[in-house]
């Protein structure tokens, strides 16, 4: 059963565009979200986070919200380079808990 | 240098062979952990370790042996392989006392078992 659903496996934006990458996840006992990056040829990267007490984090280009309603989340970056283009993982965090459970993995493709 | 190491980071064995992945960190983390990543399924836990003396299943571990030589160790082996063990294998290492329990990864090992 899988808690942690990325249902795009691939997106295509066009460089200097928004992109947004999805996230849903199926237990409320979530208590952390965390997105990675992962280029070919090397380990994951992590990316950005956010604690189920809010609903918006944001690092420069890169902005994490947060719908607990839903159980959704997703990851903008303003704007799209070339270089974002890799496979993202959204992972979330039971609370009491040290594991990340991963979503499936998005490939995002920028464009020039 | 990398701070988590992985050897060897390419591997193809023959079915029914016993292989050990091998991790080591500089990061002086307590908390190991192994995972595989395929195609459509993400990465998904193996076994974990939070300190020397500790060793966990994850949600995979069915095939699989770890063992945590050292703090910095943390080697994975398969007893015996079959060909659907064939994937990219990350070791991991956590440190508690950061955000959400930020996971880092080395750069992985690619199995494939004929």
């Known amino acids: 059963d899988q808690q942690v659903k990325q249902n795009s496996p691939s997106l295509s934006v066009q460089e200097g565009r928004i992109s947004i990458l999805n996230c849903d996840y199926t237990n409320s006992m979530f208590d952390y979200f965390l997105w990675y990056k992962k280029y070919p040829a090397e380990g994951p990267t992590f990316l950005i986070s956010?604690?189920?007490?809010?609903d918006k984090n944001e690092d420069g280009r890169f902005t994490v919200f947060l719908n607990k309603s839903a159980k959704h989340l997703s990851l903008h970056i303003v704007p799209s380079q070339p270089g974002d283009s890799a496979v993202y993982f959204c992972a979330a965090k039971f609370q009491g808990a040290q594991k990340l459970v991963f979503g499936q993995g998005t490939r995002l493709t920028i464009n020039p | 240098d990398a701070d988590v190491t992985q050897t060897p980071r390419n591997r193809i064995t023959k079915t029914g062979k016993r292989i050990m992945l091998e991790c080591s960190q500089t990061?002086?983390?307590?908390?190991m952990y192994w995972y595989r990543q395929d195609p459509g399924l993400g990465l998904r836990l193996i076994y974990y370790s939070f300190d020397v003396k500790d060793i966990n299943k994850g949600e995979i571990s069915d095939g699989y042996s770890v063992s945590r030589q050292a703090q910095a160790k943390f080697s994975l082996s398969l007893e015996s392989a079959i060909p659907n063990q064939t994937a990219l294998y990350f070791c991991?290492?956590?440190?508690?006392?950061?955000?959400?329990?930020?996971?880092?990864f080395g750069e992985g090992s690619w199995l494939t078992v004929v």
């Open positions: 990061k002086g983390h307590d908390r």
């Open positions: 991991a290492t956590s440190d508690p006392g950061t955000a959400g329990n930020t996971i880092y």
């Open positions: 956010i604690s189920s007490i809010k």
